[in-house]
């Protein structure tokens, strides 16, 4: 059973950092695309940023030049860097399989940016 743990979410200020990690067990995630999403109060869960496993990788627009995602097979960890962050950014943030989350859902990691 394949199991998915965020972390690394935290309250900051608008123009913070944080950096979000997922580890993945219970498979050998190399051969999987994977995304992060986030899903804010009140909203839908959407897609956030998608990692081939060449490394090629995808930002949905409103991150773009703010977020970067990567990857580390050997620890079967994928990870979210987030620079400049905006209160438009709260949200719980989760990773999975991209386009498409396969995996059941982990508990996601809260990032509250506030002043």
């Known amino acids: 059973q394949v199991q998915l743990v965020e972390s690394g979410g935290g309250y900051v200020q608008p123009g913070g950092s944080l950096r979000l990690s997922c580890v993945v067990s219970?498979?050998?995630?190399?051969?999987?695309?994977m995304g992060w999403y986030r899903q804010a109060p009140g909203k839908q869960r959407e897609w956030v940023a998608r990692?081939?496993?060449?490394?090629?990788?995808y930002y949905t627009d409103s991150v773009k030049g703010r977020f970067t995602t990567s990857r580390d097979s050997a620890k079967n960890t994928v990870y979210l860097q987030m620079n400049n962050l905006k209160p438009d950014d709260t949200a719980v943030y989760y990773c999975?399989?991209?386009?498409?989350?396969?995996?059941?859902w982990g508990q996601g990691t809260q990032v509250t940016v506030s002043s």
């Open positions: 219970g498979t050998t995630f190399s051969s999987y695309a």
């Open positions: 990692i081939f496993s060449a490394g090629i990788t």
């Open positions: 999975n399989t991209a386009p498409s989350a396969v995996w059941n």
